[in-house]
């Protein structure tokens, strides 16, 4: 049974387990104290939300995901799949966002692509099933199962945050790889998305340590 990380309470019952049964967790815990849980809107608009986002800085992305919203009233498959490629241009989208969001649009119409069930599949099979659409890759992903549908045990492989903080946390030579880094967290199964929180906040606290302050997401 998959765990949906869907509450506080959820997420620290899922640390509190993770640190019993890896002791290596232990001093990371006891650095970041209890990770916040952080969620997004999940269904198409929290794909596409993330899509906009993608390889922009958070003020640019906020501001084309504003204007899309402020355009599209509601936000649906069905109103993107009807836009014109130039209407969305002008928005702010590029041709390959654009490309991707129609694409998702038609499957979830066509009933081919359904986005809430991948909260209840294993998160190996979930995260296969977002990058077989084109513009979606593993960070796009692995963002979507985690933070819109809570998948309790999605894994960041190749998030760069995620790998310093793990090299640091666990004493590594070099920073691990996404390949690297996935066989590291299997003892972390079913509860590697709430390991992700903890390495996320383990990392916030390396940079406060540099003197960075690291963003949230």
């Not at 998702?104 to 066509?110: D, F, N, S, Y």
């Amino acid at each position: 049974m998959t765990l949906h990380l869907d509450s506080q309470d959820v997420l620290e019952d899922a640390v509190r387990t993770l640190v019993t049964q890896d002791k290596r967790l232990a001093p990371i815990l006891a650095a970041t104290g209890m990770p916040a849980l952080r969620r997004r809107e999940p269904g198409f608009a929290g794909i596409a939300h993330i899509v906009c986002g993608q390889q922009l800085s958070t003020a640019s992305a906020a501001a084309i995901w504003g204007r899309l919203q402020a355009a599209f009233d509601p936000f649906d498959p069905d109103a993107i799949r009807r836009a014109r490629a130039d209407r969305l241009g002008r928005l702010g989208l590029s041709a390959a966002k654009i490309k991707t969001l129609k694409h998702i649009a038609r499957e979830l119409g066509a009933g081919r692509l359904n986005l809430d069930v991948l909260a209840n599949e294993d998160a190996d099979a979930a995260h296969a099933t977002l990058t077989a659409l084109p513009g979606i890759g593993p960070w796009t992903a692995d963002v979507y199962l985690l933070f819109c549908l809570g998948h309790g045990d999605a894994w960041p492989a190749g998030d760069l945050a995620v790998q310093e903080a793990v090299k640091v946390g666990l004493g590594l030579a070099t920073r691990p790889t996404a390949k690297q880094i996935m066989p590291l967290a299997e003892g972390w199964r079913p509860l590697r998305g709430a390991a992700a929180h903890l390495w996320w906040s383990y990392y916030r606290v390396l940079k406060k340590r540099e003197g960075i302050i690291a963003p949230a997401n």
